[in-house]
């Protein structure tokens, strides 16, 4: 299994990035995915989730309305889409994967049986 996380970078404050996330070694479509983040000197945390049909989609309070998850089944791909970004969007950015997860252990990191390597994120100016 591997998840290859990709498209950070460097972004000014109220710029976008688009995150990427792989996936092969699995059954694509049958894993609930996720994106966290871990910023320098603080605890993983948990940004966005989607449902593994793609039916419904999850975002923690600081990230809602200016970050879209999204995936696509043709592609094995996730997707983080990022505008509006802030200084305290800068972290290293993970993508997660799991089967049966049920809603409330979304924001756990151990809910989640697979990782990518991560791609930072920085938003400075």
């Known amino acids: 299994v591997q998840l290859q996380a990709s498209g950070g970078g460097l972004v000014q404050p109220g710029g976008s990035l688009r995150l990427s996330c792989a996936a092969s070694?699995?059954?694509?479509?049958?894993?609930?995915m996720s994106w966290l983040r871990q910023a320098p000197g603080k605890d993983l945390e948990w940004v966005a989730s989607?449902?593994?049909?793609?039916?419904?989609?999850y975002y923690a309070s600081s990230v809602k309305g200016r970050f879209t998850i999204s995936r696509d089944r043709l592609k094995n791909t996730e997707y983080l889409q990022m505008n509006s970004l802030k200084p305290e969007d800068t972290a290293v950015y993970y993508c997660?994967?799991?089967?049966?997860?049920?809603?409330?252990?979304?924001?756990?990191?151990?809910?989640?049986?697979?990782w990518g390597q991560g791609t930072q994120v920085t938003v400075s100016s």
């Open positions: 997660a994967a799991s089967q049966g997860i049920i809603v409330s252990s979304i924001p756990n990191p151990v809910s989640y049986r697979y």
């Open positions: 070694g699995f059954t694509f479509s049958n894993q609930y």
């Open positions: 989607i449902w593994s049909d793609g039916t419904y989609t």
